[in-house]
């Protein structure tokens, strides 16, 4: 079992900067991939960024270029930095856990509210 934990949503103005951070403890095994995904009001799950343990990137392009994505593998902790806000960052954002060799494991957080206002 993996427990991830959230934190650092809220409330942002439009062109503001938010910083999560997913806490991960339990049965992490190397090799990984941690990820950020948004679920939209009305809209599906995406995926926002994503990172593995050895420091590969992936972004979408919603967000390249004013996010970046990094993880400590020491504590096991995955942040995510958003600079120049928009409201269709509006969301929840759920922190990923996928250990890539098998047995294949995938956990996610509860997620996190982030609110941009216009």
């Known amino acids: 079992q993996v427990q991830l934990v959230e934190s650092g949503g809220g409330l942002v103005q439009t062109g503001g900067s938010v910083r999560l951070s997913c806490a991960a403890s339990?049965?992490?095994?190397?090799?990984?991939?941690m990820g950020w995904y948004r679920r939209a009001p009305g809209k599906q799950r995406d995926l926002v960024a994503s990172i593995s343990n050895g420091g590969f990137t992936r972004y979408a392009d919603s967000v390249k270029g004013r996010s970046t994505i990094s993880i400590d593998n020491g504590k096991i902790a995955m942040y995510l930095e958003m600079n120049s806000l928009k409201p269709e960052d509006t969301g929840v954002y759920y922190c990923n856990y996928n250990a890539i060799l098998w047995p294949n494991a995938d956990y996610w957080g509860q997620g996190t509210q982030v609110t941009v206002s216009s």
């Open positions: 339990g049965s992490i095994r190397s090799p990984y991939v």
